[in-house]
């Protein structure tokens, strides 16, 4: 039992990680691919199929897959919006029929993925653990967890967190709809709306660096937030106050009083996701306020790998 292994796939946006993941949530190696989401459903799915083959051997009993969009009752996914050319794709089948041998595919969203790692985390009472997780990165991801159990909704997508309204005449996102979390809090939207917003600051020290050949990036917008940069200071604390009333109206509708919050962006966690948190506890009922829990990810970047690894042994089982 101890030595059970599997294949954990986090099929981002821009790369998919793929890594060796035993039965206690440790991640024994990995490597990461270009996505080139662009390119299509097959595309993506052979880079997949291929990546696996580099890291297959005879002590992998599971392959789990975190991908984006809302997983339905057959197990396809259903319209990743920042994947074009996706629609319903039956991934497992697909993905099979390019293994070098038959093994067992667990296919999940990935934001739940990693949602059931944090929850899995070692230390954590699963039984009795239920938290909202929300990860920042190319989309904005999130999962409810019900006791340790992933909380799928009528039809596979619960949790879709970033795909909550915060401004009934905002911005449209790529899912369709209007003023979305993802559509301003997505890394691509927080760098553009920066931009845009960049030349009425001509103070920021963010013209430099964007004169030097500096690309400008949530990375870059944090730095210079933590070095005294007024315009992208405010900027952030602005993007987190969005986000905390996004937190607050899931934490109020479901009665959670834990978020772990992960992704690449929540690394502004200073600039960005403590004033999300001050905005969250100012608007959470006074009966959830008391136990307000704020945390980032335990396992970071490689949770998507890690909870699709566990997925996928805990359904062998």
Known sequence: MSSRRALGIDVGGTNIKVGVVDDRGQLLRSSSHPTEASRGPDHVIRTVARAIDTLLDDDIAAVGLGVPGAL???GEICHPPNFPGWEVIDVASRLQLLLERTLPIAVENDANVAAYAEAHAEGNNTAEQSLLYITLGTGVGGCIIDRGTIWHGGAGGGGEIGHVSIDVHGVRCKCGSIGCVEAYLGSGP???HALAQLPHHPHSS???????GF???????????QEGDGFARTYLAERGTMLGAALASAMNLCD??????GGGV???WETLVIPAAEALRSRLLLSIRPRLSVRPAHYGNDAGMIGAGLLALHGMA
């Open 215 to 225: 690309s400008l990036s949530p990375d870059l917008l944090d730095r210079a937030a």
């Open 256 to 261: 959670l009083s834990t978020v772990v919050i």
């Open 72 to 74: 339905n009752e057959r």
């Open 190 to 192: 927080l760098v553009e």
């Open 206 to 212: 963010l013209h430099a660096a964007l004169a030097e």
């Open 266 to 268: 929540a690394a502004a």
